[in-house]
């Protein structure tokens, strides 16, 4: 215990200061590109998995000749598909309007292939959730 007239005992030093970068550009980074607000994020290994994981799904789901879901008048429900497709990021824009992909409803594996175009876009919703709480400092 210190007396009065003697100096304190020494203090710990103080936690680094973390930059954990800006909340809006991780976020749209992760939507846009699967992994890449992790990597903006200084977690390289991990945005890169993230983005074979993603993209994988992707891949299966066209192989598999499934559903891209777009809005259809009528049918609310197909907002929320959409919604949930387009959680893929650039990978929905880039099938939808370049390579001009139809699933195909006769396939054998259509309703895998939507099950995992699906997958893939609310994959990649809950990955840029988790680049909003390493932003926040609630997640490591």
């Not at 009065?4 to 930059?19: D, E, L, M, Y």
């Not at 074979?52 to 499934?66: K, N, Q």
């Not at 195909?104 to 259509?110: F, H, T, V």
């Not at 939507?114 to 994959?123: E, Y």
Request: proline share 7%; glycine share 12%; net charge positive.
């Amino acid at each position: 215990m210190a007396e009065s007239g003697s100096p304190t005992a020494p203090q710990p030093p103080a936690p680094p200061v973390v930059h954990r970068g800006n909340a809006a550009v991780a976020m749209l980074s992760a939507w846009l590109v699967p992994g890449l607000g992790h990597i903006y994020l200084k977690r390289p290994m991990r945005g890169f998995a993230f983005f074979l994981l993603v993209v994988a799904s992707v891949l299966i789901g066209c192989r598999l000749e499934g559903n891209l879901y777009q809005v259809v008048p009528g049918q609310p429900l197909t907002l929320l598909a959409t919604f949930a497709s387009m959680g893929m990021g650039f990978l929905y824009f880039l099938l939808r309007y370049a390579l001009h992909y139809q699933g195909n409803i006769m396939g054998a594996g259509y309703e895998y292939g939507t099950a995992f175009l699906l997958t893939g876009g609310l994959m990649n919703l809950l990955l840029v959730l988790d680049a909003w709480d390493i932003v926040r400092g609630k997640k490591e």
